[in-house]
């Protein structure tokens, strides 16, 4: 048996793997914090069995498989962005964060693969991961001298 795991961690309900990198969801209450769960139907379940009164599901982006110490990205899914100034999204820390996966394309694989419907979040957690690795991608480019980003850097 090989010591490689493949996965981040298991959903607390049904056992399923959540990859690194993955959506994960994690419950609001804090003696709750160290499960975590593939899906909100999967964090839905534990819910009355722990009998909370005030809880909500939290959607995380599991750490990278390289990184370990890379804090998850958290998602905020009803914030309102505060109107950019324009000029400040000129420094390079500003820059916008929007959505890099075609929407129909992907859903359209889901579906025909999965028979799955996709929510409008996958989309902003996909363009996270897409910045992850391009900026990563985008450093080797860097160190090796080059102008160009090519397929090697991934
Ligand atoms: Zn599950
Ligand atoms: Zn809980």
């Not at 897409?130 to 090796?144: H, N, P």
Request: proline share 5%; net charge positive.
């Amino acid at each position: 048996m090989s010591e490689e795991r493949t996965y981040w961690r298991k959903c607390a309900t049904c056992g399923k793997e959540i990859p690194y990198r993955g959506i994960y969801q994690k419950c609001s209450v804090s003696s709750c914090r160290k499960s975590v769960w593939c899906s909100v139907d999967c964090w839905d379940i534990h819910n009355p069995v722990m009998n909370h009164k005030n809880s909500w599901a939290e959607e995380e982006t599991a750490p990278p498989k390289e990184t370990e110490m890379r804090a998850p990205i958290r998602k905020i899914v009803s914030s309102s962005k505060p109107s950019a100034t324009t000029s400040a999204a000129a420094n390079r820390g500003d820059i916008p964060k929007e959505v890099l996966v075609v929407a129909s394309k992907l859903k359209a694989y889901v579906k025909a693969k999965y028979d799955l419907n996709t929510s409008g979040n996958v989309m902003d957690a996909l363009s996270d991961i897409i910045r992850y690795e391009a900026d990563k991608a985008c450093e080797k480019a860097i160190a090796d001298g080059r102008k160009t980003l090519m397929d090697r850097d991934f």
